[in-house]
């Protein structure tokens, strides 16, 4: 099993940038890709960003391109989010969430997750 702990989340202003943090705990050597989701009130939950075991792909939806960034360090067991420009419809409940293989943005192809962690962007 591999437990996920989000951190990282807050109130922000519209234009300000915060960084989460996803901290990897158990059999972490499953791990492969890493991910980030986001889920807004009376929404479906939607792929946000994913990275590869090394680093060195990623995906992201459209409507972060040019403003988020994500990134792992595996010494530490540890992937980020960091977002810049936030907008209001940036607004939602983000969870971190892991798989074994290759990038994925399909919320089912993911074994295990975090418990979420609330982004608020005011306008």
């Known amino acids: 099993q591999v437990q996920l702990v989000e951190s990282g989340g807050g109130l922000v202003q519209a234009g300000g940038s915060l960084r989460l943090s996803c901290a990897a705990s158990g059999r972490t050597f499953s791990m492969g890709t890493m991910a980030w989701f986001r889920q807004a009130p009376g929404k479906e939950r939607q792929f946000v960003s994913a990275?590869?075991?090394?680093?060195?792909?990623?995906l992201y939806t459209d409507s972060v391109k040019g403003r988020f960034t994500i990134s792992r360090d595996n010494a530490k067991n540890t992937a980020y989010l960091r977002m810049n420009t936030l907008k209001p419809e940036d607004t939602a409940v983000y969870y971190c969430?892991?798989?074994?293989?290759?990038?994925?943005?399909?919320?089912?192809?993911?074994?295990?997750w975090g418990q979420g962690t609330q982004v608020t962007v005011s306008s």
């Open positions: 990275i590869g075991r090394n680093g060195g792909s990623t």
């Open positions: 969430a892991a798989r074994r293989s290759i990038l994925l943005d399909t919320a089912s192809s993911y074994d295990y």
